[in-house]
């Protein structure tokens, strides 16, 4: 079987200068993957290629064995995204927000019990442009985890989130590992992918520089260690 997400020599550079260098991994159902990798090492431009909103120069992306930038919205709508900077609309409310696109999808999560998992409920009656960036983190990640995708793709999920939040958010993302849905977080918390990663890729300078599973990745180290190693040298 296919992995659910699959890069393959992907190359994709910007006025001549490679972000992602011919960088292959792949991340399975039913599973963590944790990308790590320096500022401008090539993160974000590969998973937003995986998210059909940039388009390859070379090589390939696959996601539940489509190219996303060709899919149709049948595939969208099996695909959660939380992207960096939100992305939400600024005078919506949390909850109409969520209900909204609840009902884009077949088979949602309950609003209201997604919404307590996250604590969205405190914050229920302010406007996304008045909510603190921790808050609207919380409903970035509800609208990526609303219409129950097979695919998350989770671009920092926990930066700048409280402990308690971060907690809920690890237990929520293994909770839907567990269920089968390929999981992809982006990070530069070791602690994060130490707690919640099946598999980890490094990347620095657009290349991939280690990929496995936790375990392999670390072997008896600790993954700050391996990272630090793999990585000297590798910002931009
Ligand atoms: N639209 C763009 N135009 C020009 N350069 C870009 C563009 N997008 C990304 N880059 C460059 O590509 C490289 C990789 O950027 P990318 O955002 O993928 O890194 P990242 O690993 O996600 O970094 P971070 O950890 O800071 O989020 C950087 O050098 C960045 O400046």
């Not at 019990?113 to 604590?119: Q, T, V």
């Not at 509800?142 to 989130?161: I, M, N, S, Y």
């Not at 089968?180 to 990070?187: D, S």
């Not at 990929?211 to 990745?217: I, K, Q």
Request: proline share 6%; charged share 20%; aromatic share 4%.
């Amino acid at each position: 079987m296919a992995p659910a997400v699959l890069v393959h020599e992907l190359r994709r550079a910007f006025a001549g200068r490679a972000a992602v260098d011919g960088a292959s991994w792949s991340a399975a159902a039913g599973r963590v993957t944790a990308v790590l990798g320096p500022n401008g090492a090539g993160k974000t431009t590969t998973v937003e290629c995986l998210e059909g909103l940039q388009r390859p120069d070379s090589g390939s992306v696959r996601v539940l064995d489509s190219d996303p930038w060709r899919a149709p919205a049948s595939h969208r709508a099996a695909v959660g995204v939380m992207l960096q900077d939100g992305g939400l609309p600024t005078t919506a409310r949390p909850l109409p927000l969520l209900r909204h696109l609840a009902a884009l999808h077949a088979d949602p999560w309950p609003v209201e019990e997604l919404a307590a998992r996250l604590g969205i409920g405190d914050f229920a009656r302010t406007t996304v442009r008045r909510m603190s960036g921790g808050q609207r983190q919380r409903v970035a990640l509800a609208a990526a985890l609303v219409g129950r995708p097979e695919v998350l793709f989770l671009d920092e999920p926990t930066a700048g989130l409280d402990p308690h939040a971060r907690l809920d958010v690890w237990s929520l993302l293994r909770a839907e590992a567990g269920r089968g849905v390929c999981v992809v977080v982006t990070t530069h918390s070791f602690e994060e992918a130490e707690r919640i990663a099946d598999d980890v890729v490094v990347l620095a300078a657009g290349r991939v520089v280690a990929s496995g599973t936790l375990a392999e990745v670390r072997g008896a180290r600790t993954l700050e260690d391996v990272y630090f190693e793999l990585t000297a040298g590798g910002a931009r």
